[in-house]
């Protein structure tokens, strides 16, 4: 074999060589940068590794009695915490707890009241959803407290934005004070029969727009303090003749009347991006002739979550109402708005109510009733909103009242 055939064989097992290192190189790179968290692909392109599901892994570490208790808000009696209020929170994990007139005497008792709760949650995953129906008018918790509100009729009547707002915030201002952080608030129902017993002057009005409007300014207000608003009564407690504390009343309307009217509002709020909906203990027969709202699949799950393409949490109204109470038990109807596709079940009154409708879900769960996906579902939607406002169980060491008493005076003044 010839001088040049030898070296161009020389040459060509060099080549083959280095060609083989920058391969293993290659491969070794690749496995370095995995390990920092991305990988390189052959087109040269960095791809980062998914990103972690932050509540997911809350989830995934929280107990089935922990998530359960997610799904509740409940009622207290007396102006103190005491051992069923203990009991609630440390055995049945309670998501929330709902306060009346009866539980608040003075600002200094209500802070009192509510920094000892808190202080009792600290121990569990998440915080707890401190709710009040604070409306306005004579649907507000707080009279003993703060100067009175005019209610939404007033506020529909004067029928300006920025005024709406002023009064959201307001509202928001005064929860805020005392350490509250959810508001069953403001009422998006339309007005439509004079002979309602339980709506009136809680709606903004009879008009369609006029409720739009200065319904959903109130809700931005009251969300500018960093207060939950959850609007109410869906699909719509408007054109009732029976008052649902009472009894269960019956509308008869067609889809097609509700879409026209009692709806508009709920969708313009969904299209804000509401944080929560109450759903009304009201039979619409032509919607389902068996189960009142609050128990309905139908209006939850199809109408709300799937036409209407809301995704957010859904509470029910008080279970303890007469039209729940006078056709079931609470344990079986808080149930049935869970298999529904309820999120928080709120029961105001009844200690025994309440374990047992825990108790009964937990049952449930277990019979294989109830899938433990759609328990985490319903959790899912529930850290979300706590995220997104970033509660937690702080504290109220400082307030000032008399600051926001004067914003108060200077509203009512305003619209003399």
Known sequence: MGKKALALILILTILFAFGCTRKEDKGRNSNENMDNGSVIEENG????????????????????????GQLFIFGIDGTEIDEQIIELIQKYKVGG???????IDTIEQ??????DIKKENGNNPLPLFLAIDEEGGQVTRLADIFPSLPDAGRI?????????YEFGKLIGQRLKTIGFNMDFAPVLDINSNPNNPVIGNRAFGSNKEVVIDNGIEVMKGINSENI???VKHFPGHGDTTVDSHIDLPIIAKSLEELKGLELAPFERAIEEEVDGIM???????????????????????????????????????????????????????ALRFFQAGGDIALICHGYENMTSAFNRVKE?????NLQIEEINQ???????????????????????????????????????
Request: hydrophobic share 40%; aromatic share 8%.
């Open 156 to 164: 529909g009547n004067i029928n300006e934005k920025e005024i709406s």
């Open 97 to 103: 707890f709902i306060f009346f007139g009866d539980n």
């Open 228 to 230: 939950i608003s959850i």
């Open 110 to 115: 209500a802070i009192k009241l509510l920094n």
């Open 45 to 68: 392109v960095i791809e980062d590794e998914e990103e972690v599901d932050e509540i997911q892994e809350i989830i995934d570490n929280m107990t089935l009695e922990e998530k359960i």
């Open 364 to 368: 449930e769960v277990y019979g294989g």
């Open 279 to 333: 759903i009304a203990h009201i039979l619409f027969h032509e919607l389902d002739n068996k189960y009142p709202a609050t128990l309905s699949q139908n209006i939850i799950t199809h109408l709300l979550r799937e036409d209407l393409a809301y995704d957010g949490v859904v509470i029910s109204d008080d279970m303890t109402m007469g039209a729940i109470m006078e056709n079931y038990t609470v344990e079986e109807a």
């Open 378 to 416: 319903k959790v899912y939607r529930i850290i979300s909103l706590k995220r997104k406002y970033n509660l937690a169980d702080v504290l109220v060491e400082e307030y000032n009242i008399e600051e926001v008493n004067e914003k108060i005076e200077s509203f009512l003044n305003k619209i003399k």
